[in-house]
C-alpha cells in the first residue's frame, strides 16, 4: 500500500477510506462479505498479466503452465465441492455465467421460467431492462399472497402451459428453502432443463445447511463474492454431457480471456469451503439470521413470510410508517448498512420499496454471535421506531462503534 500512497495518493485515500468504511460499519447487505486476505493476496498477484484463452491443457497462448495449474486446482476443489461432474470457473460475474448458461441452450425467443424479480428473482431471469428480457420470452412465477412462500403449483401450470426450455431457480432476496426437487419433477413433466443460480446460496450450500440442488440440477451458476466468501466473479457447474457446450459457450462464447488471478483466488476460495470450519461459519450465518429475524418479530415488526432458512430476511416497514430507502437511509446515518427491497405485492418503485433486506454473512464473518446478532436487531427496531429523536440516533452510533470495535475483521480464515 505505502507505493500506491506515493505513485497515487487519490486512489490511495478512496481505498483508505472504504477501508475505514467497511470497519466503522455493520454491514447487511445480505450479496455482500469479507474475504481472506489469502484470497486478496492471490487476486493482487503476478496472474494478472496473464492471457489464457481457452481451458488448461487448450490454450491460444503459451507460457500459461502456471495458469494452467490455478485453474486445475479451483475446477477440482469446486467440482469437490458441489458434488457436480463438470466445472467452469470462468464467467467474470453472475450475470455472465447466467448469459453463458442461456447461450448454451436456448436461441433469442425461446421461452424460459424464472423467478420475478419483485418477488424475489435477480435482474438476470428475465427483468425487460436486462439482456435476459429482452433476448428471451421469460414467464415467472412468484410466491403465494398468503405464506409469501413460492408457489410451486403456479410454477407447475405456467411449464405446463408455456413449455420452457429451462426451468430457473433461485433468487436474490428470497428467504426460505427453495423445493429443487419439486422444480426437477416439474421440468421433467415438460422436457426443460433445471437450471439453478445458486449465487445467494452458494454458501450455505456448501456448508450443509441450505437444501442441496445438485442431485436435481443440469446446470447451477453462481458467484463467488457472496456467501462463498472468495473473489468477485462466477462459475458454472453442470452434468457432464453438457460439459463442452457449457465450456464454448463461456468461452468463446460470452467471454475472452479468463482473469486468471481471479480464478486463483477463487481456487483459495473454494480450498477454504472445503475445510470443516467453513460448515461452523455457515451454520453461524443461518443462527445469526434467525436470531435477528425472531427478536425483530418479537418487538413487532413483521417479518416477511415470518422468518428465514437462510443468511437473509426482509423486513417489512410499511407497518413503521416509512419506505424501504428512507429506512435504509436512515440505518446508514448511524453506521448500518442495509438495502431497501420490494417486498412480495410491492406497490412502490424497485429502488424505494416496502421493505429493507438483511443479511448476516458480513457480520459472522466478523465473529458476531447470535447474543450480538440479537443487539443488532434491537439497535434497527429502536433506530426505525425514533428516525427523529436524536438521543436515540446518537446512542445508536455509539453502540454501532463498541459493536465493530470489538469484532476486528479477520486477516486469515481457519
Ligand atoms: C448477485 C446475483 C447475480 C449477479 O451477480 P453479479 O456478479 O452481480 O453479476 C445473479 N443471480 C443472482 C441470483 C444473484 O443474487
Known amino acids: 500500500m505505502s507505493l500506491l500512497s506515493q505513485s497515487d495518493p487519490e486512489v490511495f485515500a478512496a481505498i483508505e477510506g472504504e477501508e475505514a468504511r467497511q470497519r466503522d460499519s455493520i454491514i447487511l447487505i445480505a450479496s455482500e462479505n469479507y474475504t481472506s486476505r489469502a484470497v486478496m493476496e492471490a487476486q493482487g498477484s503476478a496472474l494478472t498479466e496473464k492471457y489464457a484463452e481457452g ?26 465441492l458441489f458434488g457436480m461432474e463438470h466445472a467452469n470457473v470462468q464467467p467474470h460475474s453472475g450475470v455472465q455465467a447466467n448469459m453463458a448458461a442461456y447461450f448454451a441452450f436456448v436461441k433469442p425467443g425461446d421461452t424460459i421460467l424464472g423467478m420475478r424479480l419483485d418477488q424475489g428473482g435477480h435482474l438476470s431471469h428475465g427483468s425487460p431492462v436486462s439482456f435476459s428480457g429482452q433476448y428471451y420470452k421469460f414467464v415467472s412465477y412468484g410466491v403465494d399472497r398468503e405464506t409469501e412462500m413460492i408457489d410451486y403449483g403456479e410454477v407447475e401450470s405456467l411449464a405446463r402451459e408455456h413449455r420452457p426450455k429451462i426451468i430457473v431457480a433461485g433468487a436474490s432476496s428470497y428467504p426460505r428453502s427453495i423445493d429443487f426437487e419439486n422444480l426437477r419433477r416439474v421440468a421433467d413433466s415438460v422436457d426443460a432443463l433445471l437450471m439453478v443460480d445458486m449465487a445467494h446460496y452458494a454458501g450455505l450450500i456448501a456448508g450443509g445447511v441450505y437444501p442441496d440442488p445438485a442431485p436435481y440440477a443440469d446446470i447451477m451458476t453462481s458467484t463467488t463474492q457472496k456467501t462463498l466468501r472468495g473473489p468477485r466473479g462466477a462459475f458454472i457447474l453442470c452434468k ?3 460439459a463442452s457446450a457449457i465450456d464454448r459457450s463461456v468461452f468463446p462464447g460470452a467471454q475472452g480471456g479468463p482473469m486468471m488471478h481471479t480464478i486463483a483466488a477463487k481456487a483459495v476460495c473454494f480450498g477454504e469451503a472445503l475445510r470443516p470450519s467453513f ?15 425472531a427478536e425483530m418479530a418479537e418487538d413487532g415488526l413483521r417479518i416477511v413470510s415470518g422468518g428465514t432458512d437462510c443468511h437473509l430476511f426482509l423486513v417489512d416497514v410499511t407497518t413503521l410508517d416509512t419506505t424501504g430507502k428512507a429506512a435504509a437511509d436512515l440505518l446508514e446515518s448511524v453506521g448500518i448498512i442495509t438495502n431497501p427491497n420490494a417486498i412480495p405485492f410491492d406497490e412502490l418503485p424497485p429502488r424505494v420499496g416496502s421493505g429493507i433486506r438483511i443479511g448476516t454473512p458480513a457480520i459472522t464473518s466478523r465473529n458476531f454471535d447470535e447474543d450480538d446478532a440479537r443487539s443488532v436487531a434491537r439497535l434497527i427496531t429502536r433506530v426505525l421506531r425514533n428516525p427523529e429523536d436524536e438521543a436515540v440516533l446518537e446512542g445508536a452510533r455509539v453502540e454501532v462503534q463498541a459493536l465493530t470495535g470489538a469484532h476486528p475483521i479477520p486477516e486469515l480464515f481457519d
Open 240 to 242: 457432464q454431457e453438457y
Open 55 to 80: 481451458y488448461p491443457g487448450r490454450r491460444y497462448y503459451a507460457g500459461c503452465e502456471f495458469a494452467d495449474v490455478v485453474e486445475d486446482l479451483a475446477r477440482d476443489r469446486l467440482k469437490e
Open 279 to 293: 460448515r461452523a461459519y455457515q451454520d453461524q450465518v443461518l443462527r445469526n439470521a434467525r436470531a435477528m429475524a
